[in-house]
């Protein structure tokens, strides 16, 4: 059940670390702590990720910007509150890492697959130019009744097939996680700049359920 479950929810990512370890929690003793990976994009932009790393598979001490990190594991949320609300965090929880001084040629960089529930109306709009998007909150289960909220972002017939969805659809999707910077209104001048990771959707599969 649990090795099942593990598989709903795979992300490889690999990328040149760009921050020292910051203390995030602990479980029953462990500390888990953030770094910023950042991977290279085909378009020449790059996408900056969280990776959450456990203090006993690395010397979280050490600063290792510069070096390269393969990372596999899953992408997790969790609700953290700030300002009277809760704000959604996501990161790659590493479950194996590998530091190298050297970029691993032939790798694919970012790889994520899920396999989740629909659990708002997807959003669907098109842009000023016309590119069809469409905006998905899955919700992917795990061990102990927990579930993980994963913003996911699909474009042009992707778009059109997600708008089909229905609250409680179950889908696949295959694609790469990405961050965007967007500013964030405070007051009437006040602005604060942050930043939203989502999983861009390449490939988008939608499985019927026993009922139908």
């Known amino acids: 059940m649990t090795d099942k479950v593990f598989d709903n929810n795979q992300v490889s990512i690999a990328g040149e670390v760009v921050s020292e370890f910051v203390y995030s929690h602990d479980v029953f003793?462990?500390?888990?702590?953030?770094?910023?990976?950042?991977?290279?994009?085909?378009?020449?932009?790059?996408?900056i990720i969280p990776v959450m790393v456990s203090e006993r598979l690395l010397d979280v001490k050490e600063d290792y910007r510069g070096k390269?990190?393969?990372?596999?594991?899953?992408?997790?949320s969790?609700?953290?509150?700030?300002?009277?609300?809760?704000?959604?965090?996501?990161?790659?929880f590493a479950r194996e890492v590998l530091l190298t001084d050297e970029e691993t040629e032939g790798q694919k960089p970012n790889y994520i697959f899920l396999d989740g529930f629909v659990c708002k109306p997807p959003v669907y709009r098109k842009t000023p130019l016309g590119r069809e998007i469409a905006d998905i909150l899955l919700a992917?289960?795990?061990?102990?009744g927990k579930s993980d909220y994963i913003p996911c972002i699909c474009w042009g017939r992707n778009a059109r097939f997600a708008d089909?969805?229905?609250?409680?659809?179950?889908?696949?999707?295959?694609?790469?996680?990405?961050s965007r910077e967007y500013q964030k209104k405070l007051d009437e001048d006040e602005f604060e700049k942050?930043?939203?990771?989502?999983v861009s959707v390449s490939k988008l599969e939608y499985l019927e359920t026993e009922e139908e």
Do not use: C, K, T
Not at 29 to 47: A, K, M
Not at 78 to 92: A, I, K, M, T
Not at 140 to 144: A, D, E, T
């Open 140 to 144: 992917v289960n795990r061990p102990y």
């Open 78 to 92: 969790y609700n953290r509150h700030e300002e009277n609300r809760n704000r959604l965090v996501l990161s790659v």
């Open 29 to 47: 003793g462990e500390g888990f702590y953030l770094v910023d990976i950042r991977i290279n994009r085909l378009s020449n932009s790059v996408d």
């Open 194 to 198: 942050r930043i939203a990771y989502e």
């Open 164 to 178: 089909s969805f229905e609250v409680g659809s179950h889908i696949q999707v295959w694609g790469r996680i990405q």
């Open 68 to 76: 390269f990190m393969e990372v596999n594991g899953q992408f997790r």
